[in-house]
């Protein structure tokens, strides 16, 4: 069975993002999600990929759209969550964006969440994350001088894998 984890950073009010870009710029934030992610296969929505623009070097790059005429040359394009975790390796990363976080959450053994410790202005949003389904396994808190905001790296477990 493949490992299905999710991985994003949220504001106080579970906000990822603001027409198709990222409200921050944190770069310890980047790095934690590099660390996470290298050498492992990343899934995202095609909204997600082209407010990358580019691949993520060193992983595998699947892109899930529901688009039958979306290509990119270089890509690994799936149509459907199982076609998706079929060209997976091992262990998956979910990237988002929100309507495929939806899509995922309830396949997904663990949440790698970013919280930070402020609000931001944006459009779309983290699931909620039922306490019922979900146990914070682990919370680190850090203060980033570079970004002068507090965040705090998170990491939920099902509650049925425990």
């Known amino acids: 069975m493949k490992k299905i984890y999710i991985v994003s950073a949220v504001d106080e009010n579970y906000l990822i993002g603001n027409d198709n870009s990222l409200p ?45 005429s979306f290509s990119v040359e270089g890509y690994l394009i799936a149509h459907s969550i199982e076609e998706a975790l079929n060209f997976a390796d091992e262990e998956v990363f979910v990237i988002g964006g929100e309507e495929i976080y939806k899509e995922f959450l309830p396949l997904a053994q663990k949440i790698f969440l970013t919280k930070i410790h402020a609000a931001f202005m944006g459009n779309k949003y983290f699931p909620e994350i039922n306490k019922k389904d979900w146990k914070l396994e682990e919370s680190k808190k850090i203060f980033d001088k570079k970004s002068n905001l507090f965040l705090e790296f998170q990491i939920y477990k099902r509650i049925e894998d425990i």
């Open 24 to 68: 921050w710029n944190i770069e310890i934030d980047k790095k934690h999600f590099r660390k996470l992610t290298l050498g492992k296969s990343v899934i995202m929505g095609r909204k997600t990929f082209q407010s990358i623009g580019k691949a993520l070097e060193e992983r595998k790059n699947i892109i899930l759209t529901r688009n039958t």
